[in-house]
């Protein structure tokens, strides 16, 4: 009921939920060493930006389309080809499926 | 009580394909009583509906394939027309199937009572909502291949009605006018398929198809176009393109809606080529062209010179023409390397008509894979991304099914349609978490865009939650049900070819960062001054969502009820317990 046998192996995720239960424990015992003393006060928790003012909340929260930019930037060569897949053009999805048909049918005959 | 059950059983296929018909027509009049009262008369004939599919589930289970007959017996000699006769021949897989569609529809019928609450001829909806129902249990009960195709037409104009449902957004209307040509073209050349096994057979039975099976030149042209046809309305790259446009711009439900009659497609692609060509496959022997790999480098070459000339003469068509060569003719190489000689010194390959349409299958999967997670990972429209999430999961099925026709005969392919099929399931019920959560980011917000969208962890935690559930499933994450259908796969794989795992395996990284970033996007982060008010998610809504999150939850920690009880069957019932 429990385990996925495998060809290599099992796989239980009781066990899983249990060990990660175990290592939480452990985690949280090694946390409680921490000093219980610190109380969250004054400038220490506060945001620090060499100075500078705090900005809106608005300004301050990274967009999405931010993110990954590195990745996107780096295979730019495959999203243009990507995006030009993509056009929204309702022919060109119809004139894929036919190539693809096609190319199926050529090596169909080679069955 | 067995007995009650088996009666009812009985009678059951019918029912459950004329109880959502006429509820589609009656709703209409019921909704003039008012809008409690439809919705619960909605919610009724879907339970009732529901309660048939499971009560035939158990049965099939419990006696074997179930067929019923309509239309005459064919021994009354005062009979003057021929008789007619279709055969709903339900194994299986079928109740597989038809149990995860009906279910998926009474939990969209859930959270439609307010989400669609708002919008005006909400009758209409729930009418094709009704359609839709009957045009899926329809295409997977049937044992007739004609039959099949005109659930399939019904589905097909259900949904495109339900995609351009917001008629008012010229986007919805446009995806719907997209849906409705892609699925007319895809079905027209399902017909011509129909028809050739029909002019070579003299039959429509798909049993009798299967056993008729000779796999002359004729068959092996009706495989191609139906896999084809099929593949397409299942949404495998690179005929996939609608697929996006149509969840987009889709309400909420109707885009779970959508997703489960793509995995009814995907259930036509898997009786086609299990059921009706099946054996059939594996007793071809072929001296498979030696030249495929080779022409397939020779291609490649000449769509490097053409983007080199396109890069010379700075046009940007032949660019782009060059690279689309050389993947495609990249893939090619690629199904025909996994076929070669493992020495990798000959260049001839021998192989079965099975192992050929598995490495396509499996070469155009991963394609599907790569393609769905990268284009998920720019998008800012959340609907968008989810679609082309889906899009990724759904090459993550034909991998398993590719992998096992690879295989068919041996007990690697029963472990590998065993992961796609419990894959089927899990995807189902992951994706359908996460369109619904993003209907009720919708409710909340009347906001798409990821990138104005923000801090909504400290609106609604409950929202926050659902969603984290969602994302981790889908992405494969132990311990929750995506992970034990993925690891499965990624294991069959890997005893075809490494590389397939790895890509796999990379695929579902992929899909973890893209949703990473929606989670932060959304929920993380200050709360935004620039987001309208905050409209409260109702109950019913909560309640739809938190059904399939528990699901999840449930069959994560026990996946092996599912593998014994409901997938296990149906992979006997396609491989003949091989």
């Known amino acids: 009921m429990f385990s996925i046998i495998t060809e290599s192996g099992f796989w239980n995720p009781i066990i899983w939920v249990l060990s990660f239960i175990v290592i939480f424990l452990i985690m949280y015992i090694l946390r409680s060493f921490g000093n219980n003393k610190f109380k969250k006060q004054g400038e220490k928790t506060k945001v620090f930006l060499s100075g500078n003012p705090e900005y809106a909340s608005d300004d301050m929260h990274i967009k999405s389309s931010n993110l990954y930019w590195g990745f996107t930037k780096v295979l730019d060569w495959v999203y243009t080809v990507l995006k030009r897949m993509h056009n929204g053009d309702v022919r060109d999805y119809i004139l894929w499926f036919v190539i693809i048909m096609g190319t199926l049918l050529l090596l169909g005959v080679m069955l | 009580m067995s007995e009650l059950l088996t009666a009812l059983a009985m009678y059951a296929p019918p029912l459950m394909i004329a ?46 394939t179930h067929r019923y007959q309509f239309g005459g017996a064919g021994n009354n000699p005062q009979m003057i027309l021929p008789v007619v006769r279709i055969f709903f021949e339900i194994d299986a897989f079928s109740v597989f199937m038809s149990t995860i569609t009906i279910s998926l529809v009474i939990v969209v019928a859930l959270y ?12 209409k909806y729930y009418t094709l909502l009704f359609l839709i129902t009957t045009g899926m249990l329809g295409m997977q009960l049937t044992g007739d291949i004609f039959n099949f195709f005109v659930f399939l037409e019904i589905t097909s104009i259900a949904a495109a009605a339900l995609v351009a449902f ?11 006018f997209k849906y409705i040509m892609v699925s007319a073209v895809g079905a027209l050349f399902v017909l011509f398929a129909i028809a050739l096994l029909y002019g070579q057979y003299n039959a429509l039975n798909m049993a009798v198809l299967a056993q008729s099976m000779q796999f002359g030149f004729i068959d092996k042209i009706a495989l191609i176009i ?44 898997i009786r086609v080529l299990f059921t009706i060509y099946g054996d059939a496959l594996l007793s ?38 060059g690279l689309i060569g050389i993947l495609l003719f990249s893939v090619l190489f690629i199904a025909t390397f996994i076929l070669s000689d493992p020495t990798g010194m000959s260049m001839i390959v021998q192989s079965t008509g099975n192992a050929l349409i598995g490495g396509i299958l499996i070469g155009l999967s991963l394609l599907t894979i790569l393609v769905g997670v990268m284009m998920a990972l720019i998008q800012t429209n959340l609907k968008r991304l989810i679609a082309f999430t889906a899009l990724a999961e759904v090459g993550y099925m034909f991998l398993a099914i590719g992998t096992s026709l690879t295989a068919y005969g041996t007990t690697l392919s029963h472990t590998a349609l065993t992961g796609g099929l419990f894959h089927i399931f899990n995807d189902a019920i992951d994706v359908g978490l996460l369109f619904l959560v993003t209907g009720a980011i919708y ?14 962890a400290h609106h609604t935690k409950a929202i926050t939650i659902l969603f984290f559930i969602g994302l981790y499933a ?34 579902s990284i992929m899909i973890l960062a893209v949703f990473v970033k929606v989670f932060y996007a959304v929920f993380m982060g200050p709360k935004l001054s620039s987001l309208p008010k905050i409209t409260k998610v109702p109950k019913s809504m909560i309640l739809a969502m938190g059904i399939l999150a528990g699901l999840i939850i449930c069959f994560g920690l026990f996946p092996q009820i599912v593998i014994d009880h409901l997938v296990t069957p149906a992979v006997l019932a396609l491989t003949g317990g091989i």
């Open chain 2, 443 to 456: 409710f909340m917000t009347k906001e798409h865009s990821l990138d104005k969208l923000g801090g909504l």
């Open chain 2, 284 to 321: 071809v022997k072929t001296t498979t062209v030696f030249l495929l790999p080779l022409l397939s480098v020779i291609l490649s070459m000449v769509a490097v010179l053409v983007v080199l000339y396109g890069v010379i003469k700075k046009k940007q068509s032949l660019i782009t023409s």
């Open chain 2, 226 to 269: 139906l896999l084809a046809a099929l593949a397409m309305k299942a949404g495998l790259v690179p005929m996939h393109m609608w697929l996006p446009d149509s969840y987009g711009s889709a309400p909420a439900p109707v885009s779970i809606l959508v997703v489960t009659a793509t995995l009814a497609s995907f259930y036509g692609v």
């Open chain 2, 19 to 64: 109880l959502p018909l006429l509820s589609a027509f009656f709703v209409h009049f019921v909704n003039m009583a008012g809008t409690k009262i439809r919705n619960a008369f909605v919610m009724l004939m879907l339970l009732l509906t529901g309660f048939f599919a499971y009560v035939l589930h158990w049965d099939v289970l419990t006696n074997g």
């Open chain 2, 474 to 507: 889908i992405s494969g994450m132990p311990p929750l049900n995506g992970f034990a259908s993925k690891i499965i796969i990624y294991e069959s794989t890997y005893q075809i070819n490494p590389i397939l795992s790895i890509v796999a395996i990379v695929g």
């Open chain 2, 166 to 176: 917001w008629v008012g957004k010229a986007e919805a209307v446009e995806a719907g």
């Open chain 2, 112 to 123: 439609s009572w307010k989400f669609m609450e708002k919008n005006t001829g909400v009758s």
